[in-house]
């Protein structure tokens, strides 16, 4: 994070204040050892001592202030709304049937076979074999 004076570190000093007046609050440590190790803070984290330290009236209003600012300068992580529950596949049931009223008549048609073998492991059937199968059914079942 680039700071305008480099000197002057907010949430340090918030850090500090809190660590002095609840010395015992196990939350403040982590947030502390955290942030002298990896020198910053999330979202969530500066949310929590900003209510940690709301608490607190010794605490300057000002840094108060300062932390908020800090608080939504930083990004919102959203996650996605889940996909509605419809099946990937929907079975066309009339090409079940085109399948099933050639292979009543012709039962060892091969090509016909594959088809079914395809719409029933849910397979989408291209337009051109859509179209063969279409035709196979004004041939046969005549």
């Not at 007046?21 to 949310?47: N, V, W």
């Not at 330290?53 to 010794?58: M, R, T, W, Y």
């Not at 099946?87 to 009223?101: F, K, M, S, W």
């Amino acid at each position: 994070m680039r700071r305008i004076r480099p000197d002057v570190d907010i949430v340090k000093d918030l850090l500090e204040a809190v660590l002095l007046a609840r010395p015992d609050s196990a939350f403040i440590q982590s947030l502390y050892q955290q942030y002298a190790e990896r020198g910053g803070l999330s979202k969530k984290q500066l949310q929590g001592l900003y209510s940690k330290a709301l608490k607190i009236p010794s605490v300057s209003p000002a840094k108060m202030a300062t932390l908020e600012a800090i608080i939504l300068k930083k990004s919102t992580r959203e996650k996605s709304v889940l996909p509605g529950s419809s099946p990937l596949y929907v079975r066309d049931e009339t090409t079940g049937q085109r399948i099933t009223a050639i292979l009543e008549r012709y039962p060892t048609h091969k090509r016909v076979l594959y088809f079914r073998s395809m719409y029933e492991n849910n397979t989408p059937l291209s337009v051109a074999e859509l179209a063969e199968l279409q035709r196979f059914e004004k041939l046969l079942t005549k």
